[in-house]
């Protein structure tokens, strides 16, 4: 007797599934790879989305809880395995992976930890995606992403750190408040390292064209009787704040990175600020990953903006080149 | 000398700000909580949310995460504190707050745990929001849905337990991935009680009107040779196998709240099967709230359709009333 699909349903193309368009693959299933897995999914920006860890039971309650949502969702296909054929034809891979600093350890230690567990994931997601743009998010991300691209043999376009985006959207978040405006209305760019040492261009700082170093020419230097460079202090503190309050940071991150993703799969060639290969710019002479303006579309990062930068703050790129090399010149195995 | 914001803006009004049209306050920003603020925002419905917790730490720490992704967001306004002032004004309060089911363990162990918690927070959301519409997500959804009726003292239209409308969604996924496609291709619907003894109504469901039980009229029968009737008990075994595998559930229950907010603030009159108070329907004569389609819209519970249901069905519900009423008639100071 036919099954209620039989008699339901009548086949008209006897064609194999076609494959995805638009796949993203999430490396990473903690806090950070849901944030990026369920905004990327709310912006419907992809048509297939995979998973993957090596905890396999949280994988699968992850990828199920998920799939449970369908009904919700424009995103027909989430799939999830600690094996990385599940992620094979990915237009962008994200890499939320790894481990976390333990304390009292050394940051060049963590790498090298980081390192070893990248040169297991970072050669899979390759073998099975051989085209895709990869964008790494875990920490330190500047030494993450030269690592990343070290390991892929792909070319610098096709890796991506996260940099930092999320410092930017911090801060004009940040500053915006202080104006009374909403963050979009608010362009300010913050460069270099993400991290404890990246670099706020006030040069660039404006409101509708407005320069806000113009109105005030202290803005940002310890003069200021507005004390604006408070507001970077507060976006470099911005994480470990909100790690100290609720123990990690997940959707400031999660939707910056979904922010990233949507340049990409739609071609749309805007301009973030993330990491990438910096050598031979601004007189860096080493190859390490900073963040600048960067044109993204589908082919990665398709062009570079160029700064004009005081001497101050190329002074700053260039502490953190060397600082970057530093700890990348003694890794093993990459 | 005139600050920055001084040179750069100048006010054309100088009123109060607007007040919120389209407030959203959630109560607890545990993982459930949460998912429905990061839904919530990401399907851009409120203009103003608000998160309330008793956690200090915890409620700031994800305030100012959500806050950090203004940049890429369309909710200008995010605020938190754990005094429920911060909540004036709303027109949704979906209250996710409570002690969440261990694993193995059922809905109804946790009732009274639950009540003595919303013994404090119910009160508090009426005093500032006198005209919202209360969405009760914590479990066990339809008793403590009863329980903030009777603590609110609001009409019934407008306190809502989220109820069967995730088992639903879980239920057209499961049944549209037998058939190939998409879960809103696929009409079926579960009503009662939002748990174990949840009811689906077999001789309801139906693709493109052709109806299931037409095709195979032992369809959620134990004489199926297809056992459909899997899927349902797959569906009731949901939450408990995530929980199993990842600790929790949080982002279907997320989508499927912001799925209700949206028939709710944009006045949609949408059918959800959602908990409400059913005492007089299908020879139910106690006051308990279960799972029926109703009609919301903005002001709430508009109306509920009339199922053509089986005996057997009825009697399910019956059932389910007279073992909600059991536990309900235990409880102290409800």
């Avoid at chain 2, 019956?318 to 235990?330: F, G, H, R």
Wanted: aromatic share 6%; proline share 4%; glycine share 8%.
């Amino acid at each position: 007797m036919s099954s209620v699909l039989q008699k339901l349903i009548s086949p008209l193309a006897n064609t194999p599934a076609e494959p995805p368009r638009n796949k993203v693959t999430v490396v990473g299933v903690g806090q950070v790879g849901m944030a990026c897995a369920i905004s990327i999914l709310l912006r419907d920006l992809c048509d297939e989305l995979a998973l993957v860890d090596v905890m396999k039971d949280r994988l699968k309650g992850e990828m199920m809880d998920l799939q449970h949502g369908s009904l919700f969702l424009k995103t027909s296909k989430i799939v999830a395995d600690t094996d990385y054929a599940v992620t094979a034809n990915s237009r962008l891979v994200v890499v939320t992976a790894g481990v976390r600093q333990q304390e009292g350890e050394s940051r060049l230690n963590l790498v090298q930890r980081n390192v070893n567990v990248f040169k297991s994931i970072i050669p899979q997601i390759v073998k099975y995606s051989p085209n895709c743009t990869l964008v790494v998010v875990s920490n330190p991300v500047d030494v993450l992403t030269y690592v990343t691209w070290k390991l892929s043999g792909l070319p610098k376009h096709r890796v991506i750190g996260s940099g930092t985006n999320l410092d930017s959207a911090r801060f004009r978040f940040l500053m915006a408040e202080r104006l009374g405006i909403h963050a979009s209305s608010f362009n300010g760019w913050v460069l270099g390292e993400h991290g404890d040492t990246s670099v706020p261009v006030w040069s660039g700082a404006n409101v509708a064209g407005v320069n806000l170093q113009k109105l005030n020419p202290e803005i940002g230097t310890d003069d200021d009787s507005e004390q604006w460079k408070a507001t970077h202090k507060a976006v470099v503190n911005s994480a470990y704040e909100v790690i100290k309050l609720k123990g990690y940071t997940n959707w400031a991150i999660g939707l910056s990175v979904a922010d990233l993703t949507e340049s990409i799969i739609k071609n749309m060639s805007r301009v973030h600020p993330v990491s990438t290969m910096v050598k031979d710019m601004y007189g860096i002479g080493e190859e390490v990953f900073l963040s600048l303006p960067c044109v993204l579309n589908s082919s990665g990062v398709s062009s570079v903006i160029n700064m004009t930068l005081t001497d101050a703050e190329v002074g700053q790129l260039r502490n953190s080149a060397d600082t970057l090399w530093g700890i990348q010149k003694d890794l093993k195995d990459v | 000398m005139a600050s920055i914001l001084q040179k750069l803006i100048t006010p054309l009004f100088s009123g109060p700000p607007e007040l919120p049209r389209n407030k959203v306050t959630v109560v607890g920003v545990g993982q459930v909580g949460m998912a429905c603020a990061v839904s919530i925002l990401l399907r851009e419905l409120t203009d103003e949310l608000a998160l309330v917790d008793v956690m200090e730490d915890k409620l700031k720490g994800e305030m100012m995460d959500l806050q950090h992704g203004s940049l890429f967001l369309k909710t200008p306004k995010i605020v938190a504190d754990t005094d429920y002032s911060v909540t004036a004004n709303s027109r949704i309060v979906v209250v996710t707050a409570g002690v969440r089911q261990q694993e193995g363990e059922s809905r109804l162990n946790l009732v009274q745990r639950n009540v003595n918690i919303f013994k404090h927070i119910v009160p508090l959301i009426v005093r500032y929001s006198p005209n919202c519409i209360i969405i009760v997500v914590s479990n066990p959804v339809d008793v403590l849905t009863y329980v903030t009726w009777k603590l609110s003292g609001l009409p019934k239209h407008r306190v809502i337990g989220s109820g069967t409308n995730l088992d639903s969604a879980r239920f057209r996924f499961l049944m549209a991935e037998k058939l190939g496609i998409h879960p809103s291709s696929f009409n079926g619907w579960i009503l009662g009680e939002h748990g174990d003894t949840s009811v689906p109504v077999w001789s309801g469901t139906n693709v493109a009107g052709v109806n299931l039980q037409t095709l195979n009229p032992e369809i959620g029968t134990e004489n199926d040779e297809e056992n459909w009737t899997e899927t349902h008990k797959m569906v009731v075994d949901s939450a408990y196998e995530v929980i199993r595998l990842k600790g929790y559930t949080n982002w279907a229950i997320g989508l499927s709240v912001a799925d209700l907010t949206e028939s709710l603030i944009r006045n949609m009159n949408r059918i959800h099967p959602v908990s409400t108070m059913v005492q007089g329907m299908y020879g139910i004569s106690d006051a308990v709230y279960l799972s029926l389609p109703c009609v919301l819209n903005g002001g709430g519970v508009a109306s509920v359709v009339n199922m053509t249901l089986t005996e057997d069905e009825v009697s399910q519900l019956q059932e389910s009333a007279s073992t909600l009423w059991d536990i309900q008639k235990d409880l102290q100071d409800v």
